[in-house]
């Protein structure tokens, strides 16, 4: 086998259509390719979930780490009472994705808690995630 034909056969491999698949797979070459077609299309859709620019490239389970070694939602519960939620109002002051990395750099400054921006970033990240959704 040469170069140049090995190289060919696995560019119909790589590229293959549903007709193309009926000589590799047989019968089942149009469930398979279907499946396949399925499986790629689940994963572009769920990798292709909005997140505001701010926020790319955010570690997230960074930002829920710090969440809990703050106490973040402990100081929220004494400053607003319930389950401490009530202070992320995604209607009310804090209506862009900018505005909340601000407020989580807020109570950086305010509580003297000494993260680093990127920590910011992922736990604003977080809470946009859970709480705010913006896009």
């Not at 000589?23 to 070459?29: E, K, P, S």
């Not at 469930?31 to 790629?40: N, R």
């Not at 862009?96 to 990127?118: H, I, K, M, Y």
Request: overall charge positive; some cysteine.
């Amino acid at each position: 086998m040469s170069i140049k034909s090995s190289s060919k056969s696995f560019r119909n491999i790589v590229f293959a259509s549903p007709s193309s698949c009926v000589n590799f797979l047989g019968d089942r070459a149009g469930w398979t390719w279907g499946v396949l077609v399925s499986l790629l299309s689940l994963g572009i859709s769920v990798g292709a979930q909005e997140v505001p620019q701010i926020y790319q490239g955010a570690d997230m389970k960074v930002g829920e780490k710090l969440i809990s070694e703050n106490q973040c939602d402990a100081c929220h519960v004494r400053n607003v009472g319930g389950n401490g939620h009530g202070i992320y109002r995604p209607k009310g002051r804090i209506n862009s994705p900018a505005l909340l990395r601000g407020q989580v750099e807020a109570c950086n400054t305010n509580l003297n808690l000494a993260l680093f921006p990127d920590e910011v970033n992922s736990i604003a990240a977080v809470l946009n995630r859970d709480h705010y959704k913006f896009k």
